[in-house]
């Protein structure tokens, strides 16, 4: 079974930084896609970027220049560095993850972070 886990969330003021980490665990041969959403109260989730298994990065407008994920592929772990933090970021942040697991077979399953809070105060 595989297993995200988001870590680094937290309550920071205007202007702060914080760093997100999404560690995957368990059977594992290679993760594709790596994207990070986000879901404030009363809204739809969002996409807020993503990242491939080579490295290119696309993010949503409202967090352009502002966030930059990353990620490690040797510790299977994605990153999503936020920076000038601003209340409208406050959300629970999500990892999704596009995981195969044998490398006999090409075939990929979905899988969620249970999320990490953000809150940014002003």
């Known amino acids: 079974q595989v297993q995200l886990v988001e870590s680094g969330g937290g309550l920071v003021q205007a202007g702060g930084s914080l760093r997100l980490s999404c560690a995957a665990s368990?059977?594992?041969?290679?993760?594709?896609?790596m994207d990070w959403y986000r879901q404030a109260p009363g809204k739809e989730r969002e996409l807020v970027g993503t990242i491939s298994n080579g490295g290119s990065t696309n993010y949503a407008d409202s967090v352009k220049g502002r966030f930059t994920i990353s990620r490690d592929n040797a510790k299977n772990t994605g990153y999503l560095q936020m920076i000038s933090l601003k209340p409208e970021d406050t959300a629970v942040y999500y990892c999704?993850?596009?995981?195969?697991?044998?490398?006999?077979?090409?075939?990929?399953?979905?899988?969620w972070g249970q999320g990490t809070q953000v809150t940014v105060s002003s």
């Open positions: 999704n993850a596009e995981i195969r697991a044998s490398r006999w077979s090409f075939a990929t399953r979905n899988y």
């Open positions: 368990g059977s594992i041969f290679s993760i594709d896609a």
